[in-house]
């Protein structure tokens, strides 16, 4: 086919099979789409709900609609109980035009699965059509005792930073690297999401730029900025302290 195929052409090309299709239940856009974020470099994050019996045959189905529209120069398929997912790209469309098609069952997902948090930084649906009003909003929910347990588990990380230097005194850089990241950059990370983003605690680096200050961001690109033994120990030394103001703002935000 020779039609331009821009993102709009392609959801609206989508959309009108998929809705054709008695046992899908509902279609819609994560990522971008839903955050209002498209820019030039966003994929396209594709969501449907379907009956249990179609999950997978459904996904192929899709993958077999788009192909009409032009080669499927790459392709990676994830078949799993809950959900099928596969990310492709056609070769007549911008190199950052990925296509992610996630296809769940709701008899196995369940309500809970559709079920977004009102005004969420990190994932709203974009609905283009939901047959059954399966797509549902609430209010954000936030267990505190669960945030300060979360909270405890990483200090303690950053605290045992023998972890780390221990490869340190042995001269072995990789694994002295490997540790510094997951026992000490990453858990000072957690932290600071812990009070800004609380429950998108667990994605670390990910979208940070969308969910941080800009100052807070600067700080936490410095962490990450190593190249050497000493980088890592003049580090640590810092983010020690760098954890007591940090400590300080998680226990004034949440009255601990």
Known sequence: MNHALDRDYIIGF??????????????????????????????????????????????????????????????????????????????????????????????????????????????????????????????????????????QNNKSRILQSSRVTKYIKRNQYLEAY???ISNIAEPIVIIIRLIYTPRQYDYILCHINHHLPAGTVDEIQDIFKIASFEDIEKNIVYLKQFLEKYEKEF??????
């Open 14 to 151: 989508l959309k009108n099979f998929a809705e054709q299709k008695e046992y899908v239940n509902a279609m819609w856009l994560e990522g971008a789409d839903g955050l209002g974020r498209v820019d030039e470099y966003s994929d396209i994050d594709f969501w449907f709900d379907v009956q249990k019996e179609y999950q997978e045959s459904f996904l192929y189905e899709c993958i077999n609609e788009l192909s009409q529209l032009g080669h499927i120069d790459s392709q990676d398929n994830s078949i799993r109980t809950e959900i099928a997912k596969s990310n492709i790209h056609l070769e007549n469309t911008s190199e950052y035009l990925t296509l992610d098609l996630c296809v769940q069952s709701h008899e196995i997902r369940g309500l809970e699965a559709t079920c977004y948090t009102k005004n969420d930084i990190a994932a709203l649906p974009f609905i283009l059509f939901d047959k059954k009003e399966i797509i549902t909003f609430t209010d954000e929910k936030i267990d505190v005792d669960k945030l300060e347990e979360i909270f």
């Open 178 to 180: 490997d540790k510094y």
């Open 251 to 256: 226990k004034t935000k949440y009255h601990r």
